[in-house]
T-cell receptor, first 112, second 114 residues
Framework: SQQGEEDPQALSIQEGENATMNCSYKTSINNLQWYRQNSGRGLVHLILIRSNEREKHSGRLRVTLDTSKKSSSLLITASRAADTASYFC????????????FGGGTRLMVKP | EADIYQTPRYLVIGTGKKITLECSQTMGHDKMYWYQQDPGMELHLIHYSYGVNSTEKGDLSSESTVSRIRTEHFPLTLESARPSHTSQYLCASSPRGARSDTQYFGPGTRLTVL
């Protein structure tokens, strides 16, 4: 079974609204990362949060991490049509070198 | 934009053909990875390398092989392609040091085996 699972699988919102995506994982982690993938393209790193951090911001992105619940959330504020993409969480498990385990992704559509 | 390149971007071939998917990066990264991703699904690690002459198999069993003769180059080869190999293949790399956890991805190769 996969380490990370995103929820919801798909999300459709209007431009200007906020989008929240959640990620749950199973084992202890060193850090958790969020990546973005435009249709048919490679992934782009958005933000990394370490296991001893609870919240992190980058521009319109806000990530939270709750290690007691083994979950993370990604909030995109004031969404734009250009934010339309799939968003994946990836966990670096302790004692697993630099290996990342990816979840199934949330497909976000932002309507203009 | 990451300096990591994959060719070809799209490939349609017949069953039984031998193919090599190319991946090159100009960032001097030691670590490189190959992932397989079906449309709309999660990524699965199939091979990785920590440096020249280092290659390891990933979590997902794959009939492909890789080589790492030069730091910048990490090609993936399928000796005899089958329809079950139809998928998107993503190459990634990561640096040493403080940003070693971040992976930089190429644009991917979408492979279709008829």
């Amino acid at each position: 079974s996969q380490q990370g699972e995103e929820d919801p699988q798909a999300l459709s919102i209007q431009e200007g609204e906020n989008a929240t995506m959640n990620c749950s994982y199973k084992t202890s982690i060193n850090n958790l990362q969020w990546y973005r993938q435009n249709s048919g393209r490679g992934l782009v790193h958005l933000i990394l949060i370490r296991s001893n951090e609870r919240e992190k911001h980058s521009g319109r992105l806000r990530v939270t991490l709750d290690t007691s619940k083994k979950s993370s959330s990604l909030l995109i504020t004031a969404s734009r049509a250009a934010d339309t993409a799939s968003y994946f969480c990836a966990t670096r498990v302790n004692n697993a070198g630099n290996m990342l385990t990816f979840g199934g992704g949330t497909r976000l559509m932002v309507k203009p | 934009e990451a300096d990591i390149y994959q060719t070809p971007r799209y490939l349609v071939i017949g069953t039984g053909k031998k193919i090599t998917l190319e991946c090159s990066q100009t960032m001097g990264h030691d670590k490189m990875y190959w992932y397989q991703q079906d449309p709309g699904m999660e990524l699965h690690l199939i091979h990785y390398s920590y440096g020249v002459n280092s290659t390891e198999k990933g979590d997902l069993s794959s009939e492909s092989t890789v080589s790492r003769i030069r730091t910048e180059h990490f090609p993936l080869t399928l000796e005899s392609a089958r329809p079950s190999h139809t998928s998107q293949y993503l190459c990634a790399s990561s640096p040493r040091g403080a940003r070693s956890d971040t992976q930089y991805f190429g644009p991917g190769t979408r492979l279709t085996v008829l």
